[in-house]
C-alpha cells in the first residue's frame, strides 16, 4: 500500500477534523498514514504522498502552524521531484481570500518539481456545515488508484 503523509493547516483546530477524517479511511483501506500538526520538513518523507489539509487565516495566510514549514521550503528549497501531494482546502466564501491561504504553499511545491497527484478540493463552511463529508467524497473518488 502507499505512504501518505498527512499536514495539517489549522487556526482553530476544525480542519483538524477533516484530517482526522481522511486519515482514519486512509488506514482502514491499509495505507501507512502519519498525521503533521507541526509538520517539520527533516521529518517528512520527500517520496511520499503529501495530503494538504489547511485551512485559511488572516488576509489569505497559511495557519500559523504550517509558517515555519513553508519558510523551511522556501529557505532550503529541495529537490521535490519526486513527490506527489494533493490539496484539501477549506474556507470561508464569505472572505475575499476564500481558500488562498494553502495556494502558496502548493505554488511552492509545484516550483520545486513537485506534482498533484488529483485535483484540489476547495471545502466552504457556508455551504458545507459538515466539511469532514465532503473530504471524504473527495478521497473515495480516488483513493483506489493508490
Known sequence: MSKIDVIVGTTLG?????????VALLTDAGHQV????????ADIDKKSLWLIVSSTHGAGELPDNLQPFFKDLRLTQPDLTDLTFALCAIGDSNYDTFCQGPEALISELSFLGAR???????????????PEDLAIQWL??????L
Open 116 to 130: 498533484t497527484f488529483v485535483d484540489k478540493i476547495q471545502i466552504d463552511v457556508q455551504q458545507q456545515t459538515v
Open 14 to 22: 476544525g480542519t483538524e477534523y477533516v484530517a482526522d477524517e481522511i
Open 34 to 41: 502519519e498525521l503533521h500538526l507541526s509538520p517539520s520538513l
Open 140 to 145: 473515495n473518488r480516488w483513493i483506489s488508484t
